[in-house]
């Protein structure tokens, strides 16, 4: 779990890069630059696509901050395996990209731009000449000069492409994301990118708080988390955390943070409300147990911001008698369905008539809009009191047919 000023120096970081130049200026006099690049490096090589170059390059990062000489930094980029901090002398140095520090912060973390030119510089090969006939090159590079051009320029190209995918403002679509980090919500057990992407796509740019309720894997400490690591991808200014009932800790990682608990369990539920909350988003893909489901919205809803999300997955089990599901959709009072269903009756709540006796409830007051899909409803978070139809209306139908015609006449 990131420390305290980890997490401070992050959300810093965010915070400046959606601003005006002065306050990336400020961030950098409040933070050393070495620990503000430690952190973009890390947000780099976590958004990093798999190399798809046979021969190993390193890809120089420099990072300048005002008139001081740029610090280097290299990635070590092949086939096989993740992109990875290296030293100079790993690889041959296919390519030197460099950013200013506060333009670099931008990118990463600053609202999408589809502008992609004019951010950085590029060198190809940046010591092959050193190596060819100067002093001033590593034996490294001399022994991987010239004569290398040829087989890595392929790879150059390739490595290159790989880090600049990590560094660029323009954001990959979320079913491709999916997909990079293994997770059921698209191309095989379900279809809900889409549907993910039409609902989230306006929170896209914000610093944002997510929840997810369930790491995935089971009870396998090892397996799980695509999801969390696609939502930190997603949404590159937010904050995501995991929960699940077993410690799924080792996916902890800057802005990732996992909770250990139970789904089922208000009082602890109430308690990380309150902890990291409120949220922007919740999203139950927990143990799908009709009960937990509805628990978890009876104690997490209050806690997601107006104008929020709260999103329910896998709603077939409702249907299911082992997860507390009923055959007969009539026998639905219990089922994570049947809580689906009553939120229009909420949403509709100021239509009852007065006679009634009706008390409004927090979901009548609070739930402004609802989307259901296969297997899948978003709840909109909002106030609703737009105001029902007034009292003067006739509530028969003769009699509103004759008011309604003396009128036009």
Sequence with gaps: MATSVE???????????????????DLVARHSPADITRV???????????????????????????????????????????????????AFIAMRV?????????????????????????????????ASGDDTGSESDANSGAEHIGTHFLAAQQGTETVLAGC??????????????????????????PHYDRHFRDYRNEQV?????????????????GSLRMWKHFFHRG??????????????????????????????????????????????????????????FQALFPHVRPGGLYVIEDLWTAYWPGFGGNEDPRQ??????????????????????????????YADRNVAGLHVYHNLAFIEKGTNSEGGIPPWIPRDFDTLVAVSSGGAE
């Design 168 to 193: 660029h403002s323009r954001k990959p679509e979320l079913s491709e994301l999916a997909s990079r980090y293994m997770t059921p919500k698209w191309g095989s057990l379900h279809w809900f990118t």
């Design 7 to 25: 997490t401070a120096l992050l959300r810093d970081i965010i915070g400046a890069a959606g601003g005006h130049d002065a306050a990336l200026k």
């Design 239 to 296: 904050e995501i955390y995991g929960l699940d009932i077993v410690d799924k800790s080792h996916f902890d990682a800057p802005r990732i943070t996992t909770l250990q608990g139970d789904q089922n369990d208000p009082e602890y539920l109430a308690s990380i409300a309150k902890e990291y909350g409120p949220f922007d988003i919740v999203i139950d893909d927990g143990s799908h147990i009709n009960e937990h489901v509805r628990t978890s």
């Design 40 to 90: 973009l490096l890390d947000e780099i090589t976590s958004r990093c696509p798999a190399p798809v170059n046979d021969a190993p390059v390193l890809v120089e990062l420099a990072v300048h901050t005002g008139s001081t000489p740029p610090e280097s930094h290299y990635l070590y980029v092949a086939k096989g395996g993740p992109v990875r901090p290296a030293d100079r002398d790993e």
């Design 332 to 361: 639905d009072s219990a089922t994570s369905l049947g809580l689906v269903k009553s939120l229009i009756d909420s949403i509709q709540h100021e239509e009852r008539p007065a006679t009634s006796g009706h008390r409004p409830s």
């Design 209 to 225: 708080r997510v929840l997810e309720i369930g790491i995935g894997g089971y009870k396998h400490p090892e397996w799980g988390g």
């Design 98 to 130: 460099e950013y200013e520090l506060g333009e670099l912060v931008r990118e990463l973390f600053g609202p999408a731009r589809e502008r992609g030119a004019g951010v950085r510089g590029t060198t190809l090969f940046p010591y092959v000449a050193e």
